[in-house]
C-alpha cells in the first residue's frame, strides 16, 4: 500500500529513485537548495518501502534499475496513488516519452539533467496540482465540452484522459484561440523557463498525443500548425 498523498504547507517532500549515486548526490544538493526535502532511494524495492512508509509530494523516478524499470513501478503507483511522477532518463526516442506519459507520469526528462530545467519541471508540476483558475467553469467548443474547474475533458459525452502537461497546452492555446503560439512560447508557458531549454522533441510529443486524444481526423480540427512558428487553436467554434 503506497501512503502518498499532497501536503500544501511547509516544505515539499521529495524521493529521488535513481541508482547512480554522483547523480543522485547533485539533485539531492540543488533540490535542498532550493527548499525541498528530499530521500533517496537506489533502486525499486528502496523505492517501494520509502513509499509505503512515508509520506511524499512528488517522485522523481530512473526508468532504468537495478531490480527492473521505472516504468513498471510507476504503474504500480497508479493503481494506487496520483502522487506526481516525473521520469528522469537516457531514453529521449519519442516512443519511450509516450510510453511515459500513456503510464500516467506528469513529465518526462531526459538525461543529461540540466538542474535549472529540472527545478522548472517541478514547479511547474506542484503548480498544476494545486492551481485555482478564474476562468469560465465550461468552455463548449465543437464537440468538445471543458469543465476547467474541474480538470474534466469531454468530446460526445466521452471522457477524454489528459495528461496535466496536456491539459495545461490545450488550455493555453483555447484562452489564445485564433492566435499563433509560438514554440517557444509554449514551452516557457509550460516549465517557466527560458524555450530554448527545453527539447522541443518534448513539445512535439505534447501536441502529438493531444491531437491523437481529442480525436483529430480528416473531418475535425481543433490546432493549426504554423510551419516554422508555431501552433493556434483553430477559432472557428461551429
Do not use: H, W
Given at each position: 500500500m503506497f501512503i502518498v498523498k499532497f501536503i500544501w504547507g511547509g516544505k515539499m517532500r521529495i524521493l529521488l529513485i535513481e541508482d547512480d549515486?554522483?547523480?543522485?548526490?547533485?539533485?539531492?544538493?540543488?533540490?535542498?537548495?532550493?527548499?525541498?526535502?528530499?530521500?533517496?532511494?537506489?533502486?525499486?524495492?528502496?523505492?517501494?518501502?520509502?513509499?509505503?512508509?512515508?509520506?511524499?509530494?512528488?517522485?522523481?523516478?530512473?526508468?532504468?534499475?537495478?531490480?527492473?524499470?521505472g516504468y513498471d513501478f510507476c504503474r504500480e503507483i497508479r493503481n494506487n496513488?496520483?502522487?506526481?511522477?516525473?521520469?528522469?532518463?537516457?531514453?529521449?526516442?519519442?516512443?519511450?516519452?509516450?510510453?511515459?506519459?500513456?503510464?500516467?507520469a506528469d513529465d518526462y526528462l531526459t538525461k543529461p539533467i540540466r538542474v535549472r530545467e529540472l527545478i522548472a519541471r517541478i514547479n511547474a508540476v506542484f503548480r498544476r496540482k494545486n492551481v485555482k483558475r478564474d476562468i469560465s467553469?465550461?468552455?463548449?467548443?465543437?464537440?468538445?465540452?471543458?469543465?476547467?474547474?474541474?480538470?474534466?475533458?469531454?468530446?460526445?459525452?466521452?471522457?477524454?484522459?489528459?495528461?496535466?502537461?496536456?491539459?495545461?497546452?490545450?488550455?493555453?492555446?483555447?484562452?489564445?484561440?485564433?492566435?499563433?503560439?509560438?514554440?517557444?512560447?509554449?514551452?516557457e508557458k509550460l516549465w517557466d523557463v527560458e524555450g530554448n531549454f527545453v527539447e522541443e522533441k518534448t513539445l512535439n510529443v505534447y501536441i502529438k498525443r493531444l491531437r491523437e486524444k481529442l480525436g483529430e481526423d480528416d473531418s475535425i480540427a481543433y490546432i493549426e500548425t504554423v510551419r516554422g512558428i508555431g501552433y493556434r487553436w483553430i477559432g472557428d467554434d461551429n
Open positions: 549515486e554522483t547523480l543522485s548526490m547533485g539533485i539531492e544538493y540543488s533540490l535542498k537548495n532550493e527548499g525541498y526535502e528530499v530521500s533517496i532511494a537506489n533502486n525499486i524495492e528502496e523505492g517501494r518501502k520509502a513509499t509505503s512508509n512515508e509520506i511524499f509530494d512528488l517522485i522523481l523516478l530512473d526508468v532504468t534499475l537495478p531490480d527492473g524499470n496513488s496520483d502522487i506526481p511522477i516525473i521520469f528522469l532518463t537516457a531514453c529521449d526516442e519519442e516512443v519511450n516519452i509516450v510510453l511515459g506519459l500513456d503510464l500516467g467553469d465550461k468552455i463548449i467548443y465543437k464537440d468538445l465540452t471543458i469543465l476547467p474547474l474541474k480538470y474534466e475533458v469531454y468530446k460526445d459525452r466521452n471522457k477524454v484522459q489528459l495528461t496535466s502537461v496536456e491539459y495545461k497546452l490545450m488550455l493555453m492555446m483555447i484562452e489564445n484561440k485564433g492566435n499563433v503560439l509560438t514554440r517557444k512560447q509554449l514551452l
